[in-house]
C-alpha cells in the first residue's frame, strides 16, 4: 500500500531540472508531496486532488494522473535549497471515514553549486 | 504565531520502559497527527485525533496509545519499549486534510 518514488537518488547542479515520480497500486484520492531537509521536520509543498484541482508551491508544479495512479514532481531550475528528501503521500479512505496518509520512502535530492 | 511544537526533543530509554510524547498544534488547528520515522524511511502514520477521540489508526500495536486535551494538545505513550521503537516520532497537525504542519519530532533511543 506504501507509494513507490522513484528515483531513490538525484544529484544535479544548480539550475538544472529534476522529476520524481510517485506511484501507487491503490486508487488514489489524493497526493501529497513534502520536502525534509536532513534534521528537521518535513515541510507540506503540495497537494494534489483528484479532479485536477492543486494547492500548493509557487515555484514548483506537480501533474496527477488518477487513471495511471501516478504523480510526477517537477524542479525547474533548481536552486543549492531543493537539496532533502522528497515524499510523496497518498491517503487511503480509512474505516472511521477519515482519510489515512501513506509516504513512500522519499527520493534523496543534491543540488550542487 | 508558533507553530507546532514537541517535547522532549530527545530521550533515552531501556527496553520495557514506557515513554511519553507531546505535541502542541499550531494555533487554530484542531486534528494532531502521530508518525513514526526509522532512519531512512517516510513517516509511518500512527494515529490521529481529533475532538479528543482518536479517528483514524495505522498498523501499530496497541502498545501505541495516546490522547487529545480540550486545547488540542496531544500525547503518545508507548509501553513495553522495543529496540525497534527506536524512531524520530513526528506530530503534525491540520486544520483540514489538505496541509499539516510537522513538529521538529522527538528522537527515541531504546537501549
Known amino acids: 500500500q506504501q507509494p513507490v518514488q522513484s528515483p531513490q537518488a538525484v544529484i544535479l547542479r544548480e539550475g538544472e531540472d529534476a522529476v520524481i515520480n510517485c506511484s501507487s497500486s491503490k486508487a488514489l484520492y489524493s497526493v501529497h508531496w513534502y520536502r525534509q531537509k536532513h534534521g528537521e521536520a518535513p515541510v507540506f509543498l503540495m497537494i494534489?486532488?483528484?479532479?485536477?484541482e492543486q494547492k500548493g508551491h509557487d515555484k514548483i508544479s506537480a501533474s496527477f494522473n488518477e487513471k495511471k495512479q501516478q504523480s510526477s514532481l517537477y524542479l525547474t531550475a533548481s536552486q543549492l535549497s531543493y537539496s532533502g528528501t522528497y515524499f510523496c503521500?497518498?491517503?487511503?479512505?480509512?474505516?472511521?471515514?477519515?482519510?489515512?496518509?501513506?509516504f513512500g520512502r522519499g527520493t534523496s535530492l543534491i543540488v550542487h553549486p | 504565531d508558533a507553530g507546532v511544537t514537541q517535547s522532549p526533543t530527545h530521550l533515552i530509554k531501556t527496553r520495557g520502559q514506557q515513554v511519553t510524547l507531546r505535541c502542541s498544534p499550531k494555533s487554530g488547528h484542531d486534528t494532531v497527527s502521530w508518525y513514526q520515522q526509522a532512519l531512512g524511511q517516510g513517516p509511518q502514520f500512527i494515529f490521529q485525533y481529533y475532538e479528543e477521540e482518536e479517528r483514524q489508526r495505522g498498523n501499530f500495536p496497541d502498545r501505541f496509545s495516546g490522547h487529545q486535551f480540550p486545547n488540542y494538545s496531544s500525547e503518545l505513550n508507548v509501553n513495553a519499549l522495543l529496540l525497534g521503537d527506536s524512531a524520530l516520532y513526528l506530530c503534525a497537525s491540520s486544520q483540514s486534510r489538505y496541509e499539516q504542519y510537522f513538529g521538529p519530532g522527538t528522537r527515541l533511543t531504546v537501549t
Open positions: 494534489l486532488l483528484k479532479g485536477g
Open positions: 503521500g497518498t491517503e487511503r479512505l480509512g474505516t472511521g471515514g477519515s482519510y489515512i496518509p501513506t
